[in-house]
């Protein structure tokens, strides 16, 4: 409310779990503003509590205490037909395995989403062709995931993502399962797309090339930000692929 | 409405849906895509109801030749067995055909839990993702209901219609025409509509505990890179 140009805004989250007799503090107090627009990334090795930040973002998880609020809507107040709702038409969810649903087409699959928001079959349809185009992948809209590519799938699924013109898009390693190439050219449709819709994009990676777009990058290390990097100071530190991404 | 939605200000009207023709669209895609799976659940309760089916219209056709009066068939009849109600009266089926009948129905019930726990197993992935595209618990439900049920129609409707037809074809061979000259045709109706109708529940019945599983599931399960 203070600032609304704050698409999230994690405040004093922790995260405890219980793992059998003893309680473990994964998140030991997180503050984090995300502005609409940002492409972020969020950084850190395994353990460091970085999917439990990224699931608590993405709505997925609820903190133990403190509070995350997307488009200031405390997430933890929801129900679950609100969290539904939030899901389906706020946020985009882009998986590191895909997801594609098997049994449906490329488009079936992009509409998915607006079916359930209530968009009507025709206008589903016509969005649906529309953001196929966009990745790239109009003339495949009928077919079946297992005869696509895996760079093919998470068009599609990007596709999907943006069916119901999210505010945020979360990516969960979106190159994780893909070549250089492949990861390449989705990173730079993620960018494409933050830059021309507006998106917010916050992701979970590893990967280099992705830093290198990124507006931000939060490193997280042992349950709380570590620091917190804007892209200009990030260029200096990966100087040799610098030159690539001017 | 209630006060406590104006804490959550500047939501507008939440509304996520899933209209009734396009979760039976959405079943019907995924029986067919999951062919061979959907026909193992579809054969143990094709073989339940035919077991079914065949005893009930049997018991019409041994009380249409009782009521027929013609003494070698009754005698055929006692000596297959079967114990030949007084002349007028309805045969009905002995205790120790039905305790089979129940087993059957059991066993047939416990197949289609177990086939649909795996199921459910094989697309965690995909209800995850669904939930995380906004579908709420209710719709994969109803997505695992409307999947049990036309396969419990369709599986029941070939058993029923199966068991009936080995029935009369049976005591046809037995019998000649005198089996079917005195049998209510009402009767055997209302035995593959019943049996059509038992397996409908049967495979709900199976479903249940599976699809309330699915549902709960969290959308979290999504995210973890898990084949």
């Not at chain 1, 997430?75 to 969290?83: C, F, G, N, P």
């Not at chain 1, 797309?193 to 917010?200: A, D, F």
């Not at chain 2, 200000?9 to 895509?33: D, G, H, R, T």
């Not at chain 2, 709900?204 to 898990?226: H, N, S």
Request: hydrophobic share 45%.
């Amino acid at each position: 409310m203070e600032n609304p140009t704050n698409i999230v805004r994690v405040s004093n989250v922790t995260k405890d779990f219980t793992m059998g007799k003893s309680m473990v503090h994964v998140l030991k107090g997180i503050d984090l503003e995300i502005k609409t627009g940002e492409y972020i990334s969020i950084m850190g090795p395994s353990g460091s509590g970085k999917t439990t930040l990224f699931n608590m973002i993405g709505g997925l998880d609820k903190p133990t205490t403190g509070s995350v609020f997307i488009d200031e809507i405390d997430v933890s107040q929801l129900d679950a037909y609100e969290l539904a709702w939030l899901r389906c038409r706020k946020i985009g969810y882009i998986f590191q395995t895909f997801n594609i649903i098997q049994v449906m087409t490329a488009l079936e699959n992009v509409t998915l989403p607006m079916i359930f928001a209530g968009i009507p079959d025709d206008a589903a349809r016509d969005k649906g062709m529309e953001l196929l185009d966009l990745v790239g992948l109009k003339p495949r809209f009928q077919h079946k995931p297992f005869e696509l590519s895996g760079g093919q799938q998470q068009r599609v699924a990007v596709a999907r993502a943006l069916a119901n013109d999210p505010a945020i898009i979360l990516a969960d390693e979106p190159t994780g399962n893909l070549d250089l190439t492949t990861g390449d050219e989705i990173i730079k449709l993620l960018k494409l797309l933050s830059r021309e819709k507006g998106v917010t994009i916050i992701s979970a990676t590893h990967d280099l090339k992705m830093l290198n777009v990124s507006d931000r990058v939060i490193w997280v290390t042992d349950g709380r930000v570590d620091r917190i990097e804007n892209r200009d100071e990030l260029s200096i530190s990966l100087g040799k692929i610098d030159e690539k991404w001017g | 409405m209630q006060p406590e939605t104006k804490l959550k200000k500047n939501l507008p009207k939440k509304q996520v849906v899933l209209p009734f023709l396009k979760s039976v669209e959405i079943a019907v895609k995924s029986i067919k895509s999951r062919f061979f799976r959907s026909l193992i659940t579809t054969i143990s309760l094709i073989l339940a109801i035919s077991f079914y089916s065949y005893i009930k219209t049997n018991s019409y056709i041994i009380s249409g030749i009782v009521f027929s009066e013609n003494k070698i068939a009754i005698q055929t009849l006692s000596q297959g067995g079967y114990e030949i109600p007084a002349t007028g009266e309805q045969y009905n089926t002995t205790p120790k055909e039905r305790w089979i009948l129940f087993l059957s129905l059991l066993v047939c019930v416990v197949g289609i839990v177990n086939t649909q726990l795996m199921a459910v197993a094989d697309r965690f992935r995909e209800i995850g993702t669904m939930k995380c595209l906004g579908a709420l618990d209710r719709f994969i439900l109803k997505l695992f209901l409307i999947e049990a049920f036309l396969q419990g129609f369709i599986g029941a409707a070939i058993g029923a219609l199966t068991g009936a037809g080995i029935a009369l074809c049976g005591s046809l061979i037995k019998f000649g025409t005198l089996a079917i000259t005195y049998v209510s045709f009402n009767g055997i109706f209302i035995s593959i509509a019943s049996s059509i109708l038992l397996g409908c529940f049967l495979s709900l019945l199976g479903v249940l505990y599976p699809a309330l599983l699915a549902a709960r599931m969290q959308p979290i399960e999504a995210m973890r890179g898990r084949d």
